[in-house]
């Protein structure tokens, strides 16, 4: 009996390969319940801090990155942060965390800022965990409210608001020390291992090719 040749086994193994392709997407998603994200029974949560943007001095904390224009308002200066937050308006009281991202001048008619920042929690109940924060700050206002747009860690899912009121500044430094009122409503039981990134696995495809054309030339030997 004749042996089959190498050219009617290609067809095989063309349908070989093309039948695990499927399967190499098939497991980048899954669905999962809002009861593993924690979702079922969301936390409320008011965070108080103090938030220190320093200018001036040998250390600042905010650093100027692009000029302003000649407009009365300053509008395009835009300043790169990295400020503490603390738990009282003393500069020395406890470090709670730091406000880290920038703002810029965006206001051609009055001083207002747009905020694009972090607060990234170093001590307390959310060590390690974050809020986000993308909003307009008009400066001379008593009390700003800017939403809050995400969260990490302890804080996953975060939404809600915070409240800024300037608590000093100094005009001609152009240093303030700004209270924050942060109200969130986020996830009530995270898991922070991670666990629930997409899953992805591959078959391993260039492995089994190898394997199929060994077995085909051995046969047909």
């Known amino acids: 009996m004749a042996k089959p040749s190498f050219s009617s086994i290609l067809p095989l193994l063309f349908f070989f390969i ?3 392709v499927p399967a190499m997407h098939a497991s980048f998603s899954k669905p999962i319940s809002t009861e593993e994200l924690g979702l079922n029974d969301p936390k409320q949560t008011h965070l108080t801090f103090y938030f220190h943007d320093t200018l001036s001095g040998p250390n600042p904390t905010a650093v100027q990155i692009v000029k302003a224009s000649s ?7 835009l300043t790169m942060i990295d400020d503490p937050l603390t738990e ?4 020395t009281s406890r470090l709670m965390g730091r406000a880290q991202g920038m703002y810029g001048l965006t206001d051609q008619t009055q001083s207002a800022l747009t905020m694009v920042m972090n607060f990234a929690f170093l001590d307390g109940d959310f060590k390690g965990s974050t809020v986000s924060i993308l909003g307009r700050n008009p400066v001379l206002q008593g009390v700003r409210e800017m939403p809050v747009v995400g969260g990490t860690g302890a804080l996953r899912f975060a939404k809600g608001y915070a409240q800024a009121r300037t608590y000093k500044s ?3 430094t152009g240093d303030a020390v700004v209270k924050y009122d942060v109200y969130v409503s986020h996830a009530g039981s995270p898991n922070t291992s991670g666990n629930h990134a997409p899953v992805c696995t591959r078959v391993p495809l260039p492995a089994m090719v190898v394997s199929f054309l060994l077995i085909s030339l051995l046969y047909l030997a």
């Open 88 to 91: 009282g308006p003393d500069p």
């Open 18 to 20: 093309l039948s695990f």
């Open 170 to 172: 100094d005009p001609t």
């Open 71 to 77: 407009s009365a308002t300053s509008f395009g200066v």
